[in-house]
């Protein structure tokens, strides 16, 4: 089955602890990208990237860091969480052959 | 730049009235339009995208250029409507660009 799979689904982590979100897609989709859903606030773009090592800044990069070394993962590091990046993550990605946007399932993060 | 947006956080209606969730976008070339929608405590999922010109779940959209609009549209609204939408921009693999949401609720 087509998907973008994210881990964790829940995480609840201390302020300054390193921590990991990973995604994969499984449909060789050039472009992946990581947003931040908050309530008011729709969907804000955090970084995306376009292809394997090609990564740029989305809308509200600070805290964040991104890695694509393989094309089909692209996981999100918040090196330093504060609890500002209390949040719901989503993970999506498109593909020239796709039909449009595939997004993964969510991380809710809560950083105390 | 690239801009999306979405005039009404919160629409409420009624079943069986029609609905029309507004969406404009501003954008200098050719953009690719399409709305998601994501039911409570659920993954986004794409609705339609401007290109197919298809029906799903009875929604529709028309890309008007000259308004640069891209409004959804159903003439009669169900309870499991109830969902939040986005409307979003793409220049043809380029970036993603999302509008800020309206939550539609559809009232019994």
């Known amino acids: 089955e087509a998907q973008v799979t994210q881990n964790p689904r829940y995480l609840i982590t201390v302020t300054g602890k390193k921590l990991t979100v990973t995604c994969s897609q499984n449909?060789?989709?050039?472009?992946m990208s990581w947003y931040r859903q908050d309530p008011g606030l729709g969907l804000r773009q955090i970084y995306y990237?376009?292809?394997?090592?090609?990564?740029d800044k989305g809308d509200v990069p600070e805290g964040y860091k991104v890695s694509r070394k393989e094309k089909r993962n692209f996981p999100l590091i918040l090196e330093s969480p504060s609890p500002n990046q209390t949040s719901l993550y989503f993970c999506?990605?498109?593909?020239?052959?796709?039909?449009?946007?595939?997004f993964g399932s969510g991380t809710r993060l809560t950083v105390v | 730049a690239q801009r999306v947006t979405q005039p009404e956080k919160l629409l409420s209606v009624f079943k069986g009235a029609p609905v029309e969730l507004k969406c404009n976008y501003s954008?200098?070339?050719?953009?690719?339009l399409f709305w998601y929608v994501q039911y409570s405590r659920q993954r986004l999922q794409l609705l339609l995208r401007?290109?197919s010109r298809e029906s799903i779940k009875g929604f529709t959209a028309d890309l008007n250029k000259g308004e640069t609009s891209f409004h959804l549209k159903k003439p009669f609204a169900q309870e499991e409507d109830s969902a939040m939408y986005y409307c979003?921009?793409?220049?043809?693999?380029?970036?993603?660009?999302f509008g800020p949401g309206t939550r539609l609720s559809v009232l019994p």
């Open positions: 999506a990605s498109w593909g020239v052959s796709s039909y449009g946007y595939t």
């Open positions: 449909m060789n989709h050039e472009y």
């Open positions: 990237s376009m292809n394997v090592e090609v990564t």
């Open positions: 954008y200098s070339g050719s953009p690719e």
């Open positions: 401007h290109i």
């Open positions: 979003a921009l793409s220049n043809y693999g380029q970036n993603f660009v």
